[in-house]
């Protein structure tokens, strides 16, 4: 008998050659697990396709200049971000109540705050306030103390990394904007551009040792609180990473530095924020430092991002994920082999033309954001599979 109906590719694949690939790995296909009749649920108990981020795997993480901004919110979870890091916060302590309120306004969109800031920078210079532990200067035990509530009050609402610097002086006098990959906005460092800036007269002029020693009496007082209360404290290196900043020895500004300061207060909670960029910068090779920091557990959250380097501590330009001296894929590799399970941020996205066009006060939520989260979501899912077989 033949059949009348029309021969269609769609049908055969969609009832034959479905139930044949099904049958064969001996599992029900995806509507016959969830019922007939059942509402259509987009993440099944067994879920096909990509892996996901877990309790067990890194997370992603990017900025949210206002966390109770519901809009802003929504747009950063559409690009599949979970995790927020906050760095516009106001000077110490943050009590409960400016922190209760955003944990809440979060958690209505299923969204943590993974990682604050402290604030060590203010209106381009340095804080004020932050400047007395710096430079070792009378008051800083009051404003190391409003440092440890809040880092109590971190722990209290489960925020498990807390970010600090120790900058005598960024030197951000070096940079400069200047046109990449299609005219694209990138960002060139070149230490020349500010060897002959004297200090400046808030800050003056700061040597290495001391600075070193001003450090260590901040790490001594605060370490013990955060590991006391479960909380990680991570220290972004210099960056730029040029030794001497209007007058000042930078401490953090190499390798042998990053291992002094994880072994001055040995500690789960004194921890480094392992950024792939700096350690480019640096002249190292981001595969053995990340190895190094990761195996010990000494990685606080990770800063993922790409730079073509002429010249260590010198001479650099900050480029596309994509495209640089990195090898971002080995970066991701690494850090799941380690089993790393804290946040990576995918920061410094280049400027990019059709990000002119929108309105300012947009964010993180631009294409240039989230051209970075795209290209590091992919990094992290084919290295789960190949490393973990996720």
Not at 149 to 176: M, S
Not at 308 to 330: I, L, Q, S
Not at 375 to 389: E, P, S, Y
Request: glycine share 8%; hydrophobic share 35%; net charge neutral.
């Amino acid at each position: 008998m033949t059949d009348s109906k029309p021969f269609s590719r769609r049908v055969l694949l969609q009832t034959s050659g479905g139930a044949l690939l099904a049958g064969a790995a001996g599992i029900a296909p995806a509507w016959a697990q969830q019922g007939p009749n059942a509402p259509y649920n987009p993440h099944p108990a067994k879920r096909t396709g990509q892996p996901q981020e877990g309790p067990d795997t890194p997370k992603l993480t990017i900025y949210m200049d206002n966390l109770l901004d519901e809009a802003e919110a929504i747009r950063i979870k559409q690009l599949g971000i979970n995790w927020i890091d906050a760095q516009a916060v106001p000077e110490q302590p943050w009590g409960m109540d400016y922190l209760q309120p955003r944990v809440d306004a979060l958690k209505k969109h299923d969204m943590h705050i993974g990682i604050m800031m402290i604030r060590w920078s203010y209106k381009g210079g340095m804080d004020p306030e932050m400047s007395k532990i710096v430079y070792g200067l009378p008051g800083r035990d009051e404003e190391i103390a409003k440092i440890k509530q809040t880092i109590v009050n971190c722990g209290k609402l489960g925020i498990p990394v807390v970010e600090w610097n120790f900058y005598n002086h960024r030197a951000t006098d070096g940079y400069q904007q200047v046109p990449g990959r299609g005219g694209a906005g990138y960002t060139e460092f070149k230490a020349e551009r500010m060897k002959d800036m004297p200090p400046l007269p808030a800050e003056g002029a700061h040597t290495y040792e001391e600075t070193w020693k001003n450090m260590t009496y901040f790490l001594k007082e605060v370490v013990p609180v955060a590991e006391k209360n479960n909380v990680v404290l991570s220290v972004h290196p210099n960056d730029p990473p040029a030794p001497m900043s209007r007058g000042s020895a930078q401490v953090l500004n190499s390798f042998s530095d990053w291992k002094r300061l994880v072994e001055t207060v040995n500690s789960p909670s004194n921890c480094m924020t392992w950024d792939c960029g700096v350690t480019r910068e640096l002249g190292e090779d981001p595969i053995v430092v990340g190895n190094w920091l990761a195996s010990r557990n000494r990685i606080g959250q990770v800063h993922f991002r790409n730079v073509v380097m002429r010249k260590p501590r010198a001479d650099y330009t900050e480029v596309f994920p994509d495209d640089g001296d990195n090898d971002m894929f080995e970066v991701m590799k690494l850090l799941v082999k380690n089993n790393y399970k804290r946040l990576i941020f995918p920061e410094h996205p280049r400027g990019l033309d059709i990000d002119k066009l929108l309105p300012k006060g947009i964010g993180t939520t631009t294409a240039g954001w989230a051209y970075d989260v795209g290209h590091c979501k992919a990094m992290l899912q084919i290295a789960l599979r190949q490393v973990r077989g996720l």
